[in-house]
């Protein structure tokens, strides 16, 4: 097993530009999520998706967009980036409601 | 909604000693799983132990153990016999129950000094 792979690890964008970010997992896992890390504010959750065909908005939702075509893959859009995106992204998926959730390594985004 | 308050952003241990981080939270929720996550330098989120809220028993993974309150909403992890690899940023997760979003706390930072 991968477990849960982010690609890629590190990304620069310049305003406006658009970019997907991938997410991809092989547990069969029906929740994944998307969250942002950014210093002092702990894990913020921005898109989740309990199973395919199914997105709900996290906290912090503006700026991104999310669909889940597959069990396997939920890929995070920026469509027009702006500096404050610039930030760390991680995805997690896990089983079910009362599962722990299992994280990607992350991906570094700079937005200039 | 489920919350979560971590009230010390930052702790600091001797190598060897015990320390406990804090944890409150507030759920509407009757049944539940509560979980603290470790993240080192190395940025992965790692699974530090898990607790189900029906159970009066504490859970315990090793120099991990937890002190679960359940009527007062509290859910503290003790790091006993701290190591220099404890140094992380630990996350106490709100109430995972049926209805509950997946949100997070702010994180408390852990320093371990030798």
Known sequence: NAGVTQTPKFQVLKTGQSMTLQCAQDMNHEYMSWYRQDPGMGL???HYSVGAGITDQGEVPNGYNVSRST???????????APSQTSVYFCASKLAHYNEQFFGPGTRLTVL | AQTVTQSQPEM??????????????????????????????SRQMILVIRQEAYKQQNATENRFSVNFQKAAKSFSLKISDSQLG??????????????????????ITLSVRP
């Open chain 2, 12 to 41: 600091s241990v001797q190598e060897a000693e015990t320390v406990t981080l804090s944890c409150t939270y507030d759920t509407s929720e009757s049944d539940y799983y509560l979980f603290w996550y470790k993240q080192p330098p």
């Open chain 1, 44 to 46: 913020r959750l921005i």
């Open chain 2, 86 to 107: 404890d140094a992380a940023m630990y996350f106490c997760a709100p109430p995972r129950g049926a209805n509950s979003k997946l949100t997070f706390g702010k994180g």
């Open chain 1, 71 to 81: 069990t396997e893959d939920f890929p995070l859009r920026l469509l027009s980036a």
